[in-house]
């Protein structure tokens, strides 16, 4: 069973900075890709970053890239995204993501799924 819980969602003000964490249960984490994905009120869940395997390649939302950074740590079956910078329209549940495809990640599409966690941007 894969189980990923997140947690470091909160209230900034804009212009501020949050990490997100992700810690996952699986023995196997090193093996799966993951990925962060946000849903703000009224909108669709949208893609906001992914990490390889090994860490090697990572991807970004347009909208985030320069601002946030997504990393690992495999020894602690842990991701992370640390958002800096962040803006009014960043807030959103955002949601952590893995699947054994990198793919499956990048199209929205993984496998397994976190609870999401509230970040809250004020002007």
């Known amino acids: 069973q894969v189980q990923l819980v997140e947690s470091g969602g909160g209230l900034v003000q804009a212009g501020g900075s949050l990490r997100l964490s992700c810690a996952a249960s699986?023995?196997?984490?090193?093996?799966?890709?993951m990925g962060w994905f946000r849903q703000a009120p009224g909108k669709e869940r949208e893609f906001v970053a992914a990490?390889?395997?090994?860490?090697?390649?990572?991807n970004y939302a347009h909208s985030v890239k320069g601002r946030f950074t997504i990393s690992r740590d495999n020894a602690k079956n842990t991701v992370y995204l640390q958002m800096n910078s962040l803006k009014p329209e960043d807030m959103a549940v955002y949601y952590c993501?893995?699947?054994?495809?990198?793919?499956?990640?990048?199209?929205?599409?993984?496998?397994?799924w976190g609870q999401g966690t509230q970040v809250t941007v004020s002007s």
């Open positions: 993501a893995s699947d054994r495809s990198e793919w499956a990640v990048l199209a929205g599409s993984p496998r397994h």
């Open positions: 699986e023995r196997t984490f090193s093996s799966y890709a």
């Open positions: 990490i390889s395997v090994n860490g090697g390649n990572t």
